[in-house]
Nanobody
């Protein structure tokens, strides 16, 4: 079992940047593929990005390609999401999650979830 805690959210103007962090504890972080998801008000939770256990494979949803970068530091038990060129439509609660089925864009492949961190992008 792994516990996840997100941080780094906040209010930023359009075009700005933020870096989210996801700190893991309780289990072997490096044995999980990880992902970021987001949920905007009134919408379903959607996939953002995923990274494999070693960190050398990543995959993004089309809307964030070229703007967001997912990474991880297994020595620090931490995953990151660097978000550049932020848009108002990126406004959401961002969740990190640990997958029990390798890299995946599917919510149900992720067993462990953090509590989320709010990202608000003003126009």
């Amino acid at each position: 079992q792994v516990q996840l805690v997100e941080s780094g959210g906040g209010l930023v103007q359009a075009g700005g940047s933020l870096r989210l962090s996801c700190a893991a504890s309780g289990s072997t972080f490096s044995s999980y593929a990880m992902g970021w998801f987001r949920q905007a008000p009134g919408k379903e939770r959607e996939f953002v990005a995923t990274i494999n256990m070693s960190g050398d494979y990543t995959y993004y949803t089309d809307s964030v390609k070229g703007r967001f970068t997912i990474s991880r530091d297994n020595a620090k038990n931490t995953m990151y999401l660097r978000m550049n060129s932020l848009k108002p439509e990126d406004t959401a609660i961002y969740y990190c999650a640990a997958s029990v089925r390798g890299v995946s864009a599917l919510t149900y492949d992720y067993r462990y979830w953090g509590q989320g961190t709010q990202v608000t992008v003003s126009s």
